[in-house]
């Protein structure tokens, strides 16, 4: 059975940094494009990042390029999300998902874990 | 690519049919999928490739469209199906979502 589980969130101070991770099991993590998606509290889904199961590719929203890195470790079957420079709009719910075999869709999400960017 | 959904509320009962539709600012074939989504929980996709129906998800369930006008229809409404439901393009980087359509009971 597919799990994504992550964590990593808090709450933390504008400008600050944080370290996502999403530990994946029940299947073959390398071969599979990953994806980080958050939800601001009440608010709707906004995606943030994808990355190749190798990890050769990488995309990011506009709002992140340059203050969040995605990377992963097939080896330990982890996600990570590297978030830099936050700001109070990164507050959010984080969550990870997992894509199909052929890309298509995003067929498996874990339950998110809470960012909170605040003085 | 900017997906305008509408509505933004919808009120209905059990057992009506519900259409849902989602507009993108440009062509983006049929690179839609439909999430839905309950309080507290993560989404769950229904719908990929515009009109493709995931596995386990019930039959009345239905997307269609293509090019820029795409619609997620129930086709009987259930009590479990009243959420929020999303929109979502992947034809074209960024990734993006319609703002939502909150299902409610009437």
């Known amino acids: 059975e597919v799990h994504l589980v992550e964590s990593g969130g808090g709450l933390v101070q504008p400008g600050g940094s944080l370290r996502l991770s999403c530990a994946a099991s029940g299947f073959t993590f390398s071969s599979h494009w990953m994806s980080w998606v958050r939800q601001a509290p009440g608010k709707g889904l906004d995606w943030v990042a994808n990355?190749?199961?190798?990890?050769?590719?990488?995309k990011y929203v506009d709002s992140v390029e340059g203050r969040f890195t995605i990377s992963r470790d097939n080896a330990e079957n982890s996600l990570y999300l590297q978030m830099n420079s936050l700001r109070a709009e990164d507050t959010a719910l984080y969550f990870c998902a997992r894509y199909t075999i052929a890309a298509t869709v995003t067929d498996y999400w874990g339950q998110g874990t809470l960012v909170t960017v605040s003085s | 690519i900017q997906m305008t959904q509408s509505p933004s509320t919808l009120s209905a009962s059990v057992g009506d049919r519900v259409t849902i539709t989602c507009r993108a600012s440009?062509?983006?074939?049929?690179?839609v999928a439909w999430y839905q989504q309950t309080p507290g929980k993560a989404p769950k996709v229904l719908i990929s490739g515009a009109s493709r129906l995931e596995s386990g998800v019930p039959s009345r369930f239905s997307g269609s469209g293509s090019g820029t006008e795409f619609t997620l229809t129930i086709s009987s409404l259930q009590p479990d199906d009243f959420a929020t439901y999303y929109c979502?393009?992947?034809?074209?980087?960024?990734?993006?979502f319609g703002q939502g359509t909150r299902l409610e009971i009437k």
């Open positions: 979502q393009q992947h034809g074209s980087y960024p990734i993006t």
């Open positions: 440009q062509t983006i074939s049929n690179w």
């Open positions: 990355i190749k199961g190798d990890g050769s590719e990488k």
